[in-house]
């Protein structure tokens, strides 16, 4: 059983939030108007936050795209009511929305923000919109076909696109990748099966030096980030 | 023994008008609730940041009070402290509203209220290792066991009574320490995360709940004519004084600790930030400093009106304390990488009062309180007042 991952090298992101914008096309995820993102009630599956040190004019900024980081000790799995959060077999944290209570727990245990609350219904015309790309069905269907607000969302890894290209025969982290991966103009974003010792992740892993966020707290994530 | 207990008239108007206005508000709030089921969560307070508000806060507070009023009623029923038995069933049926309106209040946060039935679904749909799912034990078992605890008080069978009482207040106890550990065991909110809070939560609703308990029982033995015994108020004082200092010693530890250790970020926040007001102003003032004042005050502890000013400050100041963790708790910035975090990801949540939710919580109040008449109206909870003087027998140990 494949263990997915993804690396994110922090010297090739510029911060062009296209993994962002990828995630909300293919996922269908609402957009807020600028107040509710200054409320933080805009639901984001994958975000990048800027990281400044030092002070004017010696000032460093990295930039750090933040997917979901699917731990593998996931403080979210453990501490769900109603197995609406789970780990799947290849190690993905999914949400199951016809499960999920909207308790918000999940919000208050997760170390890493990636979790967010939709807290309203949105129009049908954004929910379905006519901008979609037409062959979204060469990556299978799309998971979500109805939504409601009420329920926690978070990041999938596009679990679609895996499942999909596994029943198709295809590589996983060549031929298909999450969307983020796959709209990154620079190629920041790697992803791959972590158990898998020629995977293109295992030997970058193996030859930079890498970090995973807030380790402290060892939830180990499968995100890593490769420093500059 | 020789007491006994009748149900109050309720056919004066003013009887009839505080339940018409009780019953006017929670409707209000039932239209607030079902607004933001039917709308979503946006017209509430709550954000991605701080994902609990004012339902979970009432909540907690609630859950507080029923634990801390029925362990309360034990005196009597495990201990035999005679002198109580006349406030022993009203604390029994307090209880039973308070968790109620808990429940309810829980509901009102949960974004699918619909869905609920999946939380008693124990170890068949549920996770276990969810601190929500074991309370769902804890909340369900507590309700139908004060239930029954009240049903075999007014059978008057005083083996069972005596059995139940123990069961409740070991039951009681445990689910004001497992709300405690819902907080107390996320490791990614620092100010919540501390192995004290189950005892710091049960200590806190002792306090709360006798406070509660005093002001409910000098309320209504004024409102319903009925003579009391003053020392029972004045030796409850004793105690609830007793109680808070054990409170402020768990609290002091755990804030000590976390200031102790190197990693004080989130507890200097929590004292000296935007909500340093609800901690040092509602937790600290009036639960802790002015109550203790008063209640060793030689001659205000000897005072109805002082014991009753600092009881109702007690019950205002404890709802300081769940709001002072449940808001600054969450809103505290998550360090999500070593560095100053720009923009909204770095920033501390804000929590704006709406006025659906205020409503909402108000609506969870007053149906608490139309059941409280209801109650009063339609069982024996209240002692006969026979010759006029006082109901309550006065002690002979005194």
């Known amino acids: 059983m494949p263990r997915w991952g993804m690396v994110i090298d922090l010297d090739k992101c510029v911060g062009c939030q296209a993994c962002s914008t990828a995630c909300k096309v293919e996922n269908n995820v609402p957009h807020g108007s600028p107040d509710e993102q200054r409320l933080r009630r805009e639901i984001y599956w994958n975000k990048v936050?800027?990281?400044t040190t030092g002070k004017y004019p010696r000032v460093n900024t990295e930039l750090i795209p933040m997917p979901c980081m699917h731990c593998d000790h996931a403080p979210c799995v453990t501490v769900c009511p109603t197995k609406a959060t789970y780990r799947r077999e290849d190690g993905i944290i999914v949400q199951d929305f016809r499960r999920c209570i909207g308790c918000k727990y999940c919000i208050v245990a997760c170390p890493y923000g990636a979790r967010s609350f939709n807290s309203k219904e949105q129009e049908e015309k954004e929910y379905h919109r006519q901008d979609l790309p037409p062959d979204r069905s060469v990556w299978g269907q799309w998971p979500f076909?109805?939504?409601?607000?009420?329920v926690v969302e978070k990041c999938t890894f596009c679990f679609h696109r895996i499942d999909q290209g596994l029943k198709e025969g295809k590589k996983i982290g060549k031929e298909v990748v999450p969307a983020c991966v796959e709209d990154c103009p620079t190629g920041a974003r790697i992803f791959g099966d972590l158990d898998d010792t020629h995977s293109e992740i295992s030997s970058l892993l193996a030859?930079?030096?890498?970090?995973?966020?807030?380790?402290e707290l060892d939830t180990k994530s499968k995100v890593y980030y490769l420093l500059k | 023994m020789g007491l006994t207990f009748s149900k109050?008239?309720?056919?004066?108007?003013?009887?009839?008008?505080?339940?018409?206005?009780?019953?006017?508000?929670?409707?209000?709030?039932?239209?607030?609730?079902?607004?933001?089921?039917?709308?979503?969560?946006h017209v509430l307070g709550t954000n991605n940041i701080i994902p609990w508000g004012m339902p979970i806060i009432i909540t907690i507070y609630l859950i507080g009070l029923s634990a801390g009023s029925l362990i309360l009623s034990s005196l009597t029923y495990v201990f035999g402290k005679e002198e109580y038995r006349p406030i022993a069933r009203l604390a029994v049926f307090l209880a039973i509203i308070l968790i109620f309106g808990a429940m309810i209040g829980i509901a009102m946060d949960l974004g699918r209220p619909e869905k609920s039935w999946r939380l008693f679904m124990f170890f068949v749909l549920n996770n276990m290792r969810s601190m929500f799912a074991v309370n769902g034990i804890l909340y369900g078992g507590y309700?139908?066991?004060?239930?029954?605890?009240l049903g075999v008080i007014f059978a008057e069978k005083y083996k069972f009574i005596r059995m139940m009482g123990m069961l409740a207040v070991f039951w009681a106890a445990l689910v004001h320490m497992g709300t405690g550990a819902i907080f107390g065991f996320i490791a990614a909110r620092p100010i919540f995360f501390s192995p004290i809070k189950p005892f710091e939560f049960l200590a806190a609703a002792m306090v709360s709940g006798l406070a509660l308990l005093m002001i409910a029982v000098v309320a209504i033995f004024k409102f319903t004519k009925r003579n009391f015994n003053k020392t029972i108020i004045f030796s409850l004082g004793k105690l609830l004084l007793t109680l808070i200092i054990v409170l402020v010693v768990m609290v002091l530890v755990d804030k000590l600790t976390h200031l102790y250790s190197p990693d004080r970020e989130p507890m200097v926040w929590l004292l000296t930030g935007p909500y340093s007001w609800v901690f040092w102003g509602l937790q600290v003032g009036l639960a802790y400093i002015l109550p203790i004042l008063l209640l060793a005050h030689p001659r205000y502890s000897?005072?109805?009106?002082?014991?009753?000013?600092a009881a109702f400050l007690v019950v205002i100041g404890i709802f300081g304390e769940r709001f002072a963790l449940v808001i600054p708790g969450t809103a505290y910035p998550l360090p999500f990488y070593p560095g100053k975090i720009e923009g909204i990801w770095g920033a501390a949540g804000s929590f704006p009062i709406t006025p659906v939710e205020s409503f909402m919580s108000i609506g969870i109040f007053t149906l608490m309180g139309l059941f409280l008449l209801l109650g009063l109206k339609n069982l024996e909870l209240l002692p006969v007042d026979e010759k006029g003087e006082q109901t309550p027998a006065p002690s002979e140990k005194k």
């Open chain 1, 49 to 51: 936050i800027a990281v």
């Open chain 1, 145 to 150: 076909p109805t939504r409601t607000h009420g």
């Open chain 1, 207 to 215: 030859s930079r030096d890498w970090i995973r966020l807030r380790e």
């Open chain 2, 8 to 41: 109050i008239e309720g056919k004066s108007r003013d009887f009839y008008i505080l339940l018409i206005v009780l019953a006017v508000f929670t409707l209000i709030g039932f239209i607030c609730f079902m607004v933001s089921y039917i709308t979503g969560h």
């Open chain 2, 143 to 149: 309700f139908l066991i004060g239930i029954v605890y």
């Open chain 2, 302 to 309: 000897k005072n109805i009106r002082g014991v009753m000013v």
